[in-house]
T-cell receptor, first 113, second 115 residues
C-alpha cells in the first residue's frame, strides 16, 4: 500500500520552461513533506521541504505547493535547466521525533537543451 | 566535510553467501537509517537507529537481515543467507535530529547483485 504516490514515472520538458512534478499522499497524519533529487550512481540529496502549516515554500528556482484538502503536493522548477535532469522523490512524515520518512517511487525528469 | 560513506559501492555474490554492507554516518549525527531501493517498491526504510540503539526495524524483510551499530561512527547491514531477490541498491543515511524536520543525508549506496 503506497502511502506516497508519484503516478507519473517520467517527465520531459524544454530548457527554460517550467517543470511540475506531482505527488499524492493518502495518510492524513502526514504533516511534513520533502523533495529529494537523485543523480545516477549517487544517493538522494535534500532539495526542499514544507510543513503542513504552510501551503507554499520557495527556494530559488524551486517552489513546493501543498494542498492539504486534496492531499497533493507539487514541485515547480522554473526555469528548468539541463542540470535538473534527475530522479525526484517525494517523501512525507508524521509529527514526532521518531516518525519515519515514507518515499514515493520517484519521477525521472529530463530537461532537453 | 565528508558525507555519509558506504562500502562497498558494488557487491556481486552468489546465492547463499553472507553479505555485509558498511556505513559511516556524518560525525555528530544521532540518527542512522538503512534503506533499500528496488524498481518495484521504490525506496523503503529497513531500520533506523538513534544514538546507536535500534528504534524501528519493522521494515526489515525477514530474519535473514540484521543490522548493528556498535558505535556512533559505524553501522553494518548483514544478509545471511543472501537470495537473488535481495538484489537492490542499499542506502545508508544519517541526520542530526528527529525525523520530522531534519533532512536526511544519504550515502551513494551499495549496488548488490545476488546471482
Amino acid at each position: 500500500d503506497q502511502q506516497v504516490k508519484q503516478n507519473s514515472p517520467s517527465l520531459s520538458v524544454q530548457e527554460g520552461r517550467i517543470s511540475i512534478l506531482n505527488c499524492d499522499y493518502t495518510n492524513s497524519m502526514f504533516d511534513y513533506f520533502l523533495w529529494y533529487k537523485k543523480y545516477p550512481a549517487e544517493g538522494p540529496t535534500f532539495l526542499i521541504s514544507i510543513s503542513s502549516i504552510k501551503d507554499k515554500n520557495e527556494d530559488g528556482r524551486f517552489t513546493v505547493f501543498l494542498n492539504k484538502s486534496a492531499k497533493h503536493l507539487s514541485l515547480h522548477i522554473v526555469p528548468s535547466q539541463p542540470g535538473d535532469s534527475a530522479v525526484y522523490f517525494c517523501a512525507a512524515s508524521a509529527s514526532g521525533a521518531n516518525s519515519k520518512l515514507t518515499f514515493g517511487k520517484g519521477i525521472t525528469l529530463s530537461v532537453r537543451p | 566535510d565528508a558525507g555519509v560513506i558506504q562500502s562497498p559501492r558494488h557487491e556481486v555474490t552468489e546465492m547463499g553467501q553472507e553479505v555485509t554492507l558498511r556505513c559511516k554516518p556524518i560525525s555528530g549525527h544521532d540518527y542512522l537509517f538503512w534503506y533499500r531501493q528496488t524498481m518495484m517498491r521504490g525506496l523503503e526504510l529497513l531500520i533506523y537507529f538513534n544514538n546507536n540503539v535500534p528504534i524501528d526495524d519493522s521494515g526489515m524483510p525477514e530474519d535473514r537481515f540484521s543490522a548493528k551499530m556498535p558505535n556512533a561512527s559505524f553501522s553494518t547491514l548483514k544478509i545471511q543467507p543472501s537470495e537473488p531477490r535481495d538484489s537492490a541498491v542499499y542506502f545508508c543515511a544519517s541526520s542530526p535530529g528527529g525525523l520530522s524536520n531534519q533532512p536526511q543525508h544519504f550515502g551513494d549506496g551499495t549496488r548488490l547483485s545476488i546471482l
